[in-house]
Nanobody
Framework: VQLQASGGGLVQAGGSLRLSCAAS????????MAWFRQAPGKEREFVAA????????LYADSVKGRFAISIDGAKNMLYLQMNSLKPEDTAVYYC??????????????????WGQGTQVTVSS
């Protein structure tokens, strides 16, 4: 199972970016896919998750109303549309997947599969 994240970059505060995650090797048997992020000196934190079986979506409070997670099953792609970006959104963003997680555990970082990360930098 391989996950390849892309789409990061440098953007001014208030701007937008769209992250993509290409999945291969059977990932789309995964029950849930998600985005996490990690800023320098901080722990990895949950951003958003989506259940492929139920369509349930969960967002961290810090990004609710600004970010949107989605899946294109036909293309084996996971996306994160990020709008109204803030300097505190600066981090390395990781896509991840798991075959067995349930909704109550979506925010926990013990996912089975991880991509390599893409850097997002928001300038003030």
């Amino acid at each position: 199972v391989q996950l390849q994240a892309s789409g990061g970059g440098l953007v001014q505060a208030g701007g937008s970016l769209r992250l993509s995650c290409a999945a291969s090797g059977g990932t789309f048997s995964a029950r849930v896919m998600a985005w996490f992020r990690q800023a320098p000196g901080k722990e990895r934190e949950f951003v958003a998750a989506i259940s492929r079986s139920t369509g349930s979506i969960l967002y961290a409070d810090s990004v609710k109303g600004r970010f949107a997670i989605s899946i294109d099953g036909a293309k084996n792609m996971l996306y994160l549309q990020m709008n109204s970006l803030k300097p505190e959104d600066t981090a390395v963003y990781y896509c991840t997947a798991d075959r067995t997680k349930i909704v109550s555990a979506f925010t926990q970082p013990d996912y089975a599969y991880w991509g390599q990360g893409t850097q997002v930098t928001v300038s003030s």
